[in-house]
């Protein structure tokens, strides 16, 4: 298979991104111009069928940025470039809590008026997301409100 998109010599590549999450990433990380950006949309993947997939040359994310990029993208895989060699590789994972990311589906949380406040957990190989305002459960993969 062709690649389509180039090898970066520092930087960060998010690959198995589920499909059509690539521009929630790039929402959410809200980069400066300076960095230049690979994105592969509606890619072929053995594993997934089909994935996006970004890479940010000369950007490095911080641990909070990663955490949150786990729950717009899970069990994506991470890997931080340097000098053309992967130095750090790792599937992402959910968090237990994540907040002012997810915005809660139920119109009437109190939530919208504060930093929401989501844990996740693992049900039947589907991710809940449990609002802790009020206390209902989503399966994660539906969410579609972030706070980007």
């Known amino acids: 298979m062709e690649k389509k998109i180039g090898m970066i010599a ?22 400066e111009r300076k ?3 690979g994105i592969g949309l509606n890619l072929p993947s053995e594993r997934m069928v089909i994935k996006d997939l970004v890479k940010i040359e000369n950007y490095h994310l911080t641990d909070e940025q990663i955490k949150a990029i786990s729950v717009l993208a899970p069990h994506a895989t991470f890997s931080e470039i340097v000098n053309y060699e992967v130095v750090r ?3 992402l994972t959910i968090p237990e809590i994540i907040e002012g990311l997810v915005i809660c589906p139920n119109h009437r949380c109190v939530s919208h008026q504060y930093r929401s406040k989501f ?14 305002y009020c206390d209902h459960n989503y399966d994660l993969s539906e969410v579609r409100e972030f706070n980007l």
């Open 89 to 91: 590789k790792f599937q």
């Open 35 to 37: 960095y230049p950006v």
């Open 10 to 31: 520092n930087g960060v590549n998010i690959d198995h991104i589920p499909q059509g999450n690539a521009l929630n990433i790039l929402r959410y990380l809200r980069l």
């Open 119 to 132: 844990s996740f957990t693992d049900v039947s190989g589907k991710t809940i997301a449990h609002c802790c």
